[in-house]
């Protein structure tokens, strides 16, 4: 199983971005995603979870309003857009897949992503 995840980089203060995570080697359409990210020297943090069918996502209250996460089960992808980054929002960002949203929202998932730096300049 691969998680390959796009579109990291540099981004200005108040520019929309967009990840994508696209999955391989497994069943996508039967996995939950998630995103989470994580600053150096600082805990993991979740960002937020859809579920196979992409009818429900869940944010953590931290999150909600800030992040937009969508899923096309035709390209085995799932999507993150970041509204209104700021520069704290700089990090490394992880995709994830488990069977179960639960897994995802306390942060153990069975598949995880190798990460992609988004940097958020002023």
């Known amino acids: 199983v691969q998680l390959q995840a796009y579109g990291g980089g540099t981004v200005q203060v108040g520019d929309s971005l967009r990840l994508s995570c696209v999955a391989t080697?497994?069943?996508?359409?039967?996995?939950?995603m998630g995103w989470y990210r994580q600053v150096p020297g600082k805990d993991r943090e979740f960002i937020g979870g859809?579920?196979?069918?992409?009818?429900?996502?869940y944010y953590p209250d931290s999150m909600k309003g800030r992040f937009t996460i969508s899923r096309d089960n035709s390209k085995n992808t799932v999507y993150l857009r970041m509204n209104s980054p700021k520069p704290e929002d700089t990090a490394v960002y992880y995709c994830?897949?488990?069977?179960?949203?639960?897994?995802?929202?306390?942060?153990?998932?069975?598949?995880w992503g190798q990460g992609t730096l988004v940097t958020v300049s002023s």
């Open positions: 080697g497994l069943t996508f359409s039967s996995y939950a």
């Open positions: 994830a897949a488990d069977l179960k949203l639960h897994n995802l929202v306390i942060g153990n998932p069975e598949f």
């Open positions: 859809i579920i196979k069918g992409g009818g429900g996502i």
